[in-house]
Every structure is written in structure tokens, then in C-alpha cells.
């Protein structure tokens, strides 16, 4: 009963948690604070704090997605979906 507990309390690593993810499910992280800083209009700077999440899921590569840079951002689109419109 004692190594019950002990397996219980033992923690994923990083890798283990990235080498075992499932293509059936979406992963949301916990959340995280990101700091911005910006110039505002009289030249002063402002730290902007924002809570942030990370959310993955794991797709096939047979799927036909593909990356596409939309200015700053990159975006991942289906191919076959795009075009049957």
C-alpha cells in the first residue's frame, strides 16, 4: 500500500508529458504571466502583465496542415479544407 502513495505523488517530467500526448486530445497549460512593456504617447513606458495559456494538440502529418506567416503570426491551415471551399 506504501508504494502506491509513493507512485502517486511522482510527477511527469516535461518530456515525459510531451513523448506521451495523444493525437484525440487538446492540451491547455497552466497559466502563466507574460509581462509586455510599451512606449505610450508621451514617450513614457508601461508594463503591461497579461495571463497566458498555452494550447496544443498533436496532429498527423497525413492530415495536410501547413504553416502560412500572416504578418507577425504563423498560422496553421488545412490544405483539403481550403481548397473544397
Known sequence: MKNKTIMENIKPTPEEIFNNKRDDKVYISPKFVHKDIIKD????????????RIISKIITASEGHEYVKQGQEMVLHNRFHARAR
Open 41 to 52: 504617447s508621451t514617450g513614457g513606458t508601461q508594463e503591461i502583465i497579461r495571463p497566458i
